[in-house]
């Protein structure tokens, strides 16, 4: 059984792994479904290097799945739920903006 300072360490790694903006961009990307490398650097806007790199990154806490397909590694989301993490997330710094503008 995990303690709860194991799960606080793995969920601490996960919110780790979410927090850049191009690891935000391609899990905004893979919101539609799974994706190959290639269109996730053509969604993105960022290089090959950089995008395979986050993915690595997403990948190892668990936030994509990967899988081949001939020559191409496609990814999607692990779970629907990290999306609505991520909504969430930006819901509420979205509130706090609002707040702090009308203060």
């Known amino acids: 059984m995990e303690s709860a300072a194991d799960l606080r360490r793995r969920v601490a790694a996960g919110f780790k792994a979410l927090a850049d903006p191009l690891r935000l961009a391609i899990v905004e990307s893979l919101r539609g479904g799974e994706r190959n490398v290639s269109e996730l ?3 993105t806007g960022g290089a090959q290097a950089n995008v395979s790199k986050h993915l690595q990154i ?3 806490s668990g ?3 990967r899988r081949r ?3 191409y590694t496609c990814y999607r989301l692990a779970d629907a739920d990290i999306a609505g993490l991520c909504d969430a997330m930006a819901e509420r710094m979205s509130s ?3 707040a702090l503008e009308s203060a």
């Open 41 to 43: 650097v053509r969604a």
């Open 58 to 60: 997403l990948h190892a």
């Open 63 to 65: 936030i994509v799945h």
């Open 69 to 71: 397909s001939g020559l």
């Open 96 to 98: 706090a903006g609002r």
